[in-house]
């Protein structure tokens, strides 16, 4: 249990969202802020599927944060949930990180989330990622820029993949949360349950090693997971589900090939996260049309009942 009485009028507690088009960092973001990896980061569009909700609790109080999917023009059903839960989300927290890209050129997409953004009354963080990327100088440029397009409570530069003013980020979220009993025990990192979190991490090895066209296609669940009686192993099985039958071909590779490579890289990570050994079978089956199917989406934990 914490130590922090969380009666104290002391620490402050509240929740934040990042938001952004695909790609921006978000989930890199994050997983800097709390200090450990929880969303998966691949440089493919649409990783992060679900509303993943992370916690960091310091002395000061305690940031729920959810890390939602990029918002976008949705192309299927699968789009369509993903957009929506980035949307609700703006409503329902007290605090909005916007990532973006290092750019002068504003395009469509941005334009898009200003125009979201416009209609809620929450504080919007502005938050410049990649800055290691670029020059020093450019970077009021860019800022310019963002404050013709929407008035923001603050603007803050950072590199999430070098951790540059990535504790003025939550400085700063502090800032604009009120006081009050945290939500969670201290010791608290993530409502995630285990297995949602080991079908991530296959995912997310997935789509490091397959070709583009293939992951948009691609969803995890785990079959079983359980714990030796020695307590010293756990044994995972793990489906990895594909859209077409030429896709299965590609996952499982010549004579095995893909599918160990994608086994052996997920079992490391997956040893590394629960501090024991792992053994994990992976199978590969075909769901045509998956992304547009309610029954498949709900199945794969995409739609909630409501």
């Known amino acids: 249990m914490s130590d922090i009485n969380l009666t104290e009028s002391n620490v402050k507690s509240g929740f934040a969202t990042l938001i952004g088009r695909p790609n921006v960092g978000k989930s890199t973001l994050m997983n800097r802020l709390i200090g450990q990896k ?12 679900n509303r993943i909700q992370t916690v960091y609790t310091d002395e000061r109080g305690q940031i729920v944060f959810l890390d939602t999917p990029g918002i976008h023009k949705a192309k299927n059903k699968l789009g369509e949930y ?11 927290v007290d605090v909005i990180l916007w990532l973006v890209e290092p750019t002068t050129y504003i395009g469509a997409g941005e334009q898009h989330i200003a125009e979201q953004l416009k209609k809620i009354s929450t504080p919007v963080i502005l938050v410049i990622n990649k800055v290691d990327t670029v020059k020093k100088e450019e970077i009021l440029t860019f800022i310019d820029a963002y404050r013709k397009i ?4 603050e603007i803050i530069p950072v590199s999430a993949l070098k951790g540059t003013n990535t504790d003025d980020v939550l400085d700063t979220i502090f800032k604009y949360l009120t006081y009050g009993p945290m939500f969670y025990d201290e010791d608290t990192v993530t409502d995630q ?22 992951p948009h296609g691609i969803a995890v669940y785990i079959d079983q997971m359980r ?18 039958e030429s896709h299965k ?30 053994n994990l079978k992976l199978w590969v089956k075909v769901r045509k049309e998956w992304r547009d199917s309610d029954i498949q989406l709900k199945n794969f934990g995409y739609i909630n009942e409501k």
């Open 82 to 92: 993903m957009v929506n839960v980035a949307e609700k989300t703006l409503k329902e």
């Open 249 to 278: 071909g590609i996952i499982i590779g010549k004579q095995g090939a893909m599918l160990k490579k994608i086994g052996s890289a997920a079992r490391y990570e997956i040893e590394q996260m629960m501090e024991q050994q792992v």
């Open 150 to 153: 929407y008035d923001f409570a």
């Open 193 to 214: 349950p285990m297995r949602q979190i080991v079908a991530e991490l296959i995912r997310e090895k997935a789509l490091k090693c397959l070709d583009d066209e293939i």
């Open 38 to 49: 929880i969303a998966i980061t691949s440089h493919k569009p649409q990783t992060t599927r």
């Open 227 to 244: 714990e030796r009686k020695n307590g010293k192993i756990t044994d995972i099985d793990a489906t990895i589900v594909c859209e077409r």
